[in-house]
C-alpha cells in the first residue's frame, strides 16, 4: 500500500513540476511521439562562415543571434531518424527572412572533401511578427542518420539588410 501510494504521490508531483516548468506531462501530449528527441542548438552556437563577417549577440537579449551573412554549427547527432527541423526566432522585420538548412556532409569516400553537403531540412521565417515564431517542417530528404558516412550542421543565412533575432534550432529525432 505505501509502495502504491509513494509512486502515485511521485507521478502527481512530477506532473506538477512539469506544469510549473511549462512543459508537457508526457511525449504523447506534445505529439513528439513514443521515443522521439529534441536536439536544442542555441544561437550562441554558431560561428560566421566568412572571416569579417558581423555576428551580433543582442545586449538586451545575451545568447540571441542576428547579423548579415551565414552562420554554422556542428550537430552532434547519434544514429536514428530524423522526423522534425524547427527555427526559432524573432522576424520583426517584414522585408527579408531567415533561413535553417539542416545538412549532411559525406566523409567517408576519397572525394568527400570536395562532394557537396545533403540538405536534408529548410526551413524560413516569414512576415513580420513581434512575438518569437518557430517554423517547422517534418520533410526530411534523407532522415536516416548515418554517422559512419556523415557529419551533419545547421546553417542559419540572413537576407542581406534584414534585422532578425535567431533563438536556435531544434531537431527532432
Known amino acids: 500500500m505505501h509502495v502504491q501510494r509513494r509512486s502515485q504521490l511521485g507521478t502527481v508531483l512530477m506532473a506538477g513540476l512539469l506544469t510549473l516548468a511549462n512543459l508537457p506531462a508526457s511525449a504523447e501530449a506534445a505529439d513528439w511521439g ?3 528527441r529534441v536536439l536544442t542548438i542555441g544561437a ?3 560561428v560566421p562562415a566568412t572571416l569579417g563577417l558581423t555576428q551580433a549577440k543582442s545586449e538586451p ?3 540571441v543571434l542576428t547579423g548579415d551573412g551565414k552562420f554554422f554549427a ?6 536514428g531518424t530524423v522526423t522534425g527541423f524547427a527555427l526559432c526566432a524573432r522576424d520583426n522585420d517584414g522585408t527579408g527572412a531567415v533561413r535553417a538548412r539542416l ?10 572533401f570536395t562532394d557537396p553537403p545533403v540538405k536534408m531540412a529548410e526551413v524560413a521565417t516569414s512576415g513580420a511578427i513581434p512575438a518569437t515564431q518557430c517554423v517547422s517542417t517534418t520533410t526530411i530528404t ?4 548515418d554517422t559512419s558516412q556523415f557529419s ?3 546553417e542559419i543565412a540572413f537576407d542581406p539588410g534584414v534585422f532578425i533575432d535567431v533563438f536556435s534550432v ?3 529525432h
Open 34 to 36: 513514443v521515443g522521439a
Open 44 to 46: 550562441i552556437t554558431f
Open 61 to 63: 537579449q545575451p545568447g
Open 74 to 79: 556542428a550537430v552532434p547527432l547519434e544514429s
Open 103 to 112: 545538412f549532411a556532409k559525406p566523409y567517408t569516400t576519397p572525394t568527400a
Open 142 to 145: 534523407q532522415p536516416v542518420l
Open 152 to 154: 551533419y550542421y545547421v
Open 170 to 172: 531544434q531537431i527532432t
